[in-house]
């Protein structure tokens, strides 16, 4: 559980760094207003259970290639999370719809850089937290 709540908050904090650094606003006077939604809090604590069944089979890969599982993973996770949430409420609050990267408005192919670092950094907390030992 409390792996889950720090790469929560975590997960959240970076969204929120993100979207303040690429919102129109920095353009427009540096303000750096970024933001999230609530239901990203139980999004990203989803990654402690996958990183659970992933870790040991892909804890000994390089980087890159854990990474690319990771981003897979991740990438899974946003569509069918916001596929969900479109059902149930009508919408999804991150609508990429007006991207030529995006895939139905879900994801968008292009933040795959930024997934592969997100990912990385959960995880190092999640290895730190559990007290693993890193490979």
Same mark, same amino acid.
């Not at 750096?32 to 892909?58: E, H, N, T």
């Given at each position: 559980?409390?792996?889950?709540?720090?790469?929560?908050?975590?997960?959240?904090?970076? &969204?929120? =760094?993100?979207?303040?650094?690429? =919102?129109?606003?920095?353009?427009?006077?540096?303000?750096?207003?970024?933001?999230?939604?609530?239901?990203?809090?139980?999004?990203?604590?989803?990654?402690? !259970?996958?990183?659970?069944?992933?870790?040991? =089979?892909?804890?000994?890969?390089?980087?890159?290639?854990?990474?690319?599982?990771?981003?897979?993973?991740?990438?899974?996770? &946003?569509?069918?999370?916001?596929?969900?949430?479109?059902?149930?409420?009508?919408?999804?609050?991150?609508?990429?719809?007006?991207?030529?990267?995006?895939?139905?408005?879900?994801?968008?192919?292009?933040?795959? !850089?930024?997934?592969?670092?997100?990912?990385?950094?959960?995880?190092?907390?999640?290895?730190?937290?559990?007290?693993?030992?890193?490979?």
């Amino acid at each position: 559980m409390t792996a889950a709540l720090i790469i929560a908050c975590v997960g959240v904090a970076l &969204e929120v =760094a993100f979207t303040a650094a690429t =919102a129109p606003a920095v353009r427009e006077g540096w303000r750096l207003k970024g933001q999230s939604y609530v239901w990203m809090f139980p999004i990203y604590a989803l990654v402690v !259970p996958f990183l659970d069944l992933l870790r040991p =089979a892909v804890g000994a890969w390089p980087w890159w290639g854990r990474g690319a599982v990771y981003v897979l993973c991740i990438y899974a996770v &946003e569509y069918l999370t916001g596929l969900l949430l479109r059902r149930l409420t009508g919408r999804c609050p991150w609508d990429y719809g007006g991207s030529n990267w995006a895939v139905h408005g879900l994801i968008r192919v292009d933040f795959a !850089p930024g997934w592969l670092c997100a990912a990385l950094i959960f995880e190092r907390l999640y290895v730190l937290v559990r007290g693993l030992h890193f490979c």
